[in-house]
């Protein structure tokens, strides 16, 4: 097993990984709210974890990775203001709860699925779980963590010794009022809801039994009852955004431990955000990118896998439409490199030598690349390797292609699919060549020769060559 260190938020250090058992790793990761499409900055979290595991496997851990699917309980506000989203989706949008949710989960696991992010171990729905939560609730009701008031079941977080330590907060500083408190029943704004008995809107649709009355769960209780179904009291690592660790992570901390009266998760890690000319990218505003926006532009999902591997997770990654042009330019080459080496190698994949068999120098490369996958996930060192390696003359091609295939498997761009690619465009860019034609041959008839010369150059530096005949300009494809 490779050595491997991690950053913990917990403490806010980079820290040797040690698994509770042996060479078994559990791991779970915040699943989907399914109201509505995963964007793409909801999806680069989904791209660091898939990252994270696929690591994890090649440095021989077995890795039980549990997701779950919020499809109850997530209101507007993360500290239990606003109204159910799945509630308030459905209402827009005329369907049932229930229609709702399936109808987004499955266009999440086509989303993840497109890139090449494997389907975790379990994944397991809120709404399949209410059981399990009450049962969790009970334990730390018993423990004497809560109270009611105003119809719902509160989490004290003055009880809890170790409250905000995550995040760093400070409660008696904060207290003075970080947030806006807007709940009357909660004795102190941190609190937070386990069970909600009054339903702040007409028409909740979703509604159980309870010992405190007929309701619904907090969000945050959710993920605390389905990982320690799935991964025991006590697990590894447990990962989301970074908006998580503050409130909703906080509070699952609070109240796991609350009910075990023991530690719950050894490492915390958190993906930074993705980012739209400096600002946030939120599924409630309603303005977000999804992965169908960058296929219907004419993107491969792989090249927003690629986009992403080429920033550190704990680094905010700026989304521009410039720089998944350029993840795709990279990820085509590495495409067409592959498919060149192939062909030098001249032997079919499943032959090759296998990684322990590779030569020594393609083997340092290997080497080097486990290395940054080794300290915290060190993708953009991971990712120069890959190309150093292909671009060293001295690496034979069969080793070459077995060392670059390797390391596909944490990358995960289907480089062993690899196949020539046909020069083509489609419909909308042959008019965009027709149109600057066009402007060129205007612009040579106003004898504008600049403005000419400068649209046959941005032609040209899209692989497009021009050629001038007597009955009019023709084009053709330079790759
Ligand atoms: P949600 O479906 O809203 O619960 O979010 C799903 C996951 O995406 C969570 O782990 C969030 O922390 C994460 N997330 C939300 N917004 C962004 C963003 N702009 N960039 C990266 N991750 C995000
Ligand atoms: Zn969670």
């Not at 490492?267 to 939120?282: I, N, T």
């Not at 990820?331 to 032997?347: F, P």
């Not at 690496?395 to 020539?420: F, H, N, T």
Request: net charge negative.
């Amino acid at each position: 097993m490779h050595d491997m260190y991690l950053f913990n938020t917990m403490g806010r250090s980079l820290q040797r990984f040690e698994p509770l058992h042996d060479h078994k790793v559990g791991f779970y990761g915040c699943g989907p709210t399914v109201y509505n499409f995963a964007h793409i900055g909801n999806l680069r979290t989904y791209i660091f974890e898939d990252i994270l595991v696929r690591t994890l496997r090649r440095f021989g851990y077995d890795v039980t990775h549990v997701m779950n699917i919020t499809d109850v309980g997530h209101l507007t506000g993360d500290d239990d203001t606003g109204e159910d989203k799945m509630v308030r989706s459905a209402r827009e949008r005329g369907s049932s709860v229930l229609e709702i949710a399936q109808f987004y989960t499955d266009a999440f696991f086509v989303d993840t699925q497109r890139l090449n992010i494997n389907r975790p171990t379990i994944v397991c729905k809120a709404t399949d779980h209410i059981q399990d939560m009450i049962d969790l609730i009970q334990r730390i009701e018993a423990n004497g963590y809560t109270y009611f008031a105003g119809g719902n079941l509160y989490f004290d977080v003055s009880k809890f010794e170790h409250y905000g330590e995550l995040a760093g907060l400070q409660l008696d500083q904060l207290k003075a009022g970080a947030r806006i408190e807007i709940d009357p029943n909660k004795r102190n704004p941190f609190d937070f809801v386990l069970w909600f008995t009054k339903s702040k809107f007409e028409n909740q649709a979703l509604l159980w039994d309870s010992p405190w009355g007929r309701g619904y769960p907090g969000w945050h209780i959710e993920c605390s009852a389905m990982s320690m179904k799935y991964l025991g009291e006590q697990f590894d690592i447990h990962a989301g955004g970074v908006d998580h660790i503050a409130v909703h992570h906080t509070n699952e901390i609070a109240q796991s431990e609350a009910a075990t009266g023991h530690k719950w998760v050894n490492y915390w890690m958190h993906a930074e955000f993705l980012v739209l000319d400096k600002g946030k990218m939120s599924k409630s505003s309603g303005s977000f990118l999804t992965l169908q926006t960058l296929v219907d532009k004419g993107y491969d999902p792989l090249d927003y896998r690629y986009f992403c591997l080429g920033g550190h997770y704990r680094s905010q990654l700026s989304f521009s439409w410039e720089g998944l042009d350029q993840a795709r330019a990279a990820r085509l080459a590495l495409v067409d490199r592959v498919v060149a080496l192939k062909e030098a190698a001249g032997q079919p994949a499943h032959s090759l030598a296998r990684p322990e068999q590779i030569g020594a120098a393609a083997k340092a490369y290997l080497q080097a690349f486990d290395d940054a996958l080794s300290d915290d996930l060190a993708m953009p060192r991971a990712l120069a390797q890959v190309w150093t390696m292909l671009k060293d003359t001295e690496i034979p091609p069969a080793d070459a292609l077995a060392c670059i295939l390797d390391m596909d498997r944490v990358l995960g761009l289907s480089l062993d699919a690899a196949e020539k690619r046909e020069a083509s465009v489609d419909a909308e860019t042959v008019r965009w060549i027709e149109d600057m034609i066009r402007r060129r041959a205007a612009a040579k008839k106003a004898r504008d020769y600049a403005a000419a010369d400068a649209i046959r150059n941005e032609l040209k530096a899209k692989g497009i060559q021009l050629e001038d005949r007597p009955d009019g300009t023709s084009w053709k494809l330079t790759n």
